[in-house]
């Protein structure tokens, strides 16, 4: 691996996970609050120490590891080496993006910016901590036009030829990120920021919600879309396979890019000021977002069923037995596809307008994003490091550290149970989600709500010692002997259908993906600007 181009992409891994231990204290201690087992010391607040899990968690480790990720792959497979422009770019996108990760957690930890990793308004937050999320967002985007700029060169080096499936898909990644952070920069520049300087009185709270459910659904799939790059490419190597179908994997991605923006009303379809229709219209949008992880999980099942097939599996599930059980690579990311199952189901509930009627804004939901970015994402990334950090440091990944590895993913795998498990439970009877310890007044429908929260805290324990658990991993990694570790990029099965190029004509992509955008949004944002929004008094101003 090509030297300059490892330093880059440890730097970002390294820090992802300093990232995830600090969000994990925080984490561990709001559960603890919450479940009304400990008190907190010096006036530290549970919000405070929720925002810093979240902003931590959800935001800085996911993004600094993704795009570590996604330059390991580039310099893979774009010709051995980064060119040194994007190289450039994404330094200059690490230093914006650690500034401002730690101007934001100096105002989260000074109590200054209690808001949550959703900064909805109104509440207020320092404008310091707005600017800190402008920095690393403007630094993702340095990140991104370097990978923009490194795929475009190789693409006319080699004029005519398909583009290695890893770097089409990290283009499509940072594509979908890039157009999502349009709106919350729109939000925190033109919105946020001006009202907590104080240079404007009032703030269009539901514009503002929209502006960021606009960018808060690709969100997720930003963070989806790095763990589906190694379920489609790594894994099948990893199993000793060949990807199934380059074409199938090159339209999910596609279907993301189109059907994953125009979908940010399903997290407001209780809010007032968006008529029924365009709830609606989106709703169905949001369906059709469903269609690529159905493809994946088809695709995923047929990339072991024909590998176990090759190696000889009979019957129905004979191919079960041939996966690699006790490879970490392959162990972790598996457990992750699995718990998708049950985790795709929830989400397929919460878009559901009336069932969603049921669990929105309950410990159901929280339990959702648990279970889809805090286990199948967080496990395929914990798997991708186990390879990763030696692959590009030139060690090894010995037989103990796939043996840490194993037990890493089972406790964490334990450790949500309890805790997912509760939530979901929980929220169906009703218990808020982002609530401080109460005993609700000792209300007997909220008696029985206590012991789900003492048993998530005792999961989210159980996660903690596992976090604990996978930094001493990557340390251990750090310190592997030296050696020789595989980066393990798949081929494609020789029977697969070819390609078609019309799968790289970007402008179309991009344009059907701005209609979708346009259709799904203009009317609504043009009545929320206008104050003329569905239920509100005619003509009034705001
Ligand atoms: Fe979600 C709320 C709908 C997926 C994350 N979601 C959230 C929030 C987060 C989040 C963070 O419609 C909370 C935001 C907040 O703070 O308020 N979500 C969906 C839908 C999907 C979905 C329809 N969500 C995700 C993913 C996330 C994520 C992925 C993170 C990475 N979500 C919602 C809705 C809300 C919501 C509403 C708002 C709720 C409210 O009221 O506030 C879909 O994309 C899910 C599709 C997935 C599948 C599963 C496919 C399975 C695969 C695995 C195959 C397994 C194999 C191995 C092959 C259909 C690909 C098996 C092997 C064997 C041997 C068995």
């Known amino acids: 691996f090509n030297p300059k181009d490892s330093k880059l992409v440890l730097a970002h891994i390294l820090f992802a996970f300093g990232a995830l231990l600090l969000g994990g204290i925080a984490g561990v201690l709001q559960g603890l609050v919450r479940g009304g087992m400990i008190k907190l010391p010096a006036g530290i607040g549970y919000y405070q120490l929720l925002t810093a899990h979240g902003v931590l968690m959800a935001l800085i480790f996911t993004t600094f590891f993704i795009i570590g990720f996604l330059y390991s792959g580039i310099s893979k497979t774009l010709g051995g080496e980064l060119l040194p422009l994007p190289r450039r770019l994404a330094w200059l996108g690490f230093g914006l993006m650690a500034g401002g990760t730690a101007l934001g957690t100096v105002f989260i930890l000074l109590n200054k910016a209690s808001v949550l990793y959703t900064f909805y308004a109104p509440l207020k937050a320092s404008p310091y901590f707005y600017i800190a999320l402008t920095m690393v967002v403007v630094g993702s985007w340095m990140s991104g036009f370097g990978i923009f700029i490194n795929y475009r060169y190789w693409k006319r080096t080699h004029k005519g030829q398909l583009s290695p499936l890893f770097s089409f898909m990290a283009v499509i990644t940072m594509l979908l990120w890039q157009v999502a952070t349009i709106g919350v920069a729109a939000e925190v520049l033109l919105q946020l920021i001006p009202w907590s300087f104080g240079w404007v009185d009032t703030v269009n709270v539901l514009l503002s919600r929209t502006l960021f459910w606009y960018f808060g659904h690709p969100l997720v799939y930003f963070w989806l879309l790095p763990a589906y790059i190694c379920w489609y490419t790594i894994i099948p190597k990893v199993i000793g396979g060949k990807i199934f179908s380059d074409a199938l994997a090159r339209l999910s991605f596609i279907l993301f890019l189109l059907f994953s923006i125009p979908v940010g009303f399903h997290h407001q379809l209780t809010e007032p000021g968006i008529s029924s229709f365009w709830k609606f219209l989106q709703v169905i949008l949001t369906f059709m977002v469903i269609v690529p992880s159905l493809m994946t999980a088809f695709s995923l099942f047929a ?132 609530t401080a310890y109460t005993t609700y007044e000792n209300h007997p429908d909220t008696v029985l709500w206590m012991p789900y929260h003492v048993a998530m805290a005792i999961g989210g324990m159980i996660l903690f010692v596992a976090v604990v658990m996978m930094i001493y991993n990557v340390v251990a990694l750090m310190r592997s002997p030296k050696g020789e570790t595989e980066y393990p990029i798949g081929e494609v099965r020789d029977a697969s259908e070819p390609t078609p190029k019309l799968f790289e004509r970007w402008g ?17 944002v043009a009545q929320m600007m206008g104050g003329d929004t569905p239920g509100s008094i005619p003509f009034v101003t705001w």
């Open 303 to 434: 990339t072991f069923e024909t590998t176990g097939r090759e190696k000889g599996a009979k019957g129905l599930f004979g191919w079960f037995k041939f996966l690699p059980w006790k490879d970490v690579r392959f162990f972790a990311p598996f457990m992750g596809m699995l718990i998708f199952i049950p985790a795709g189901a929830g989400g397929i509930i919460n878009a559901s307008n009336q069932m969603n009627q049921v669990v929105h804004n309950t410990l159901w939901v929280t339990g959702h994003f648990h279970l889809t970015v805090a286990t199948s994402v967080a496990l395929t990334f914990f798997g991708i490091t186990y390879w990763l950090i030696p692959a590009i440091t030139g060690r090894q990944l010995t037989q103990r550290l796939h043996k840490l590895g194993i037990w890493q993913t089972i406790l964490w795998c334990v450790g949500m149970f309890f805790m997912s498990g509760s939530m979901h439970t929980v929220g169906l009877l009703g218990s808020p989600r982002r």
């Open 508 to 524: 179309l992509w991009l344009g059907v993906t701005a209609v979708l955008i346009l259709v799904a949004y203009t009317i609504p």
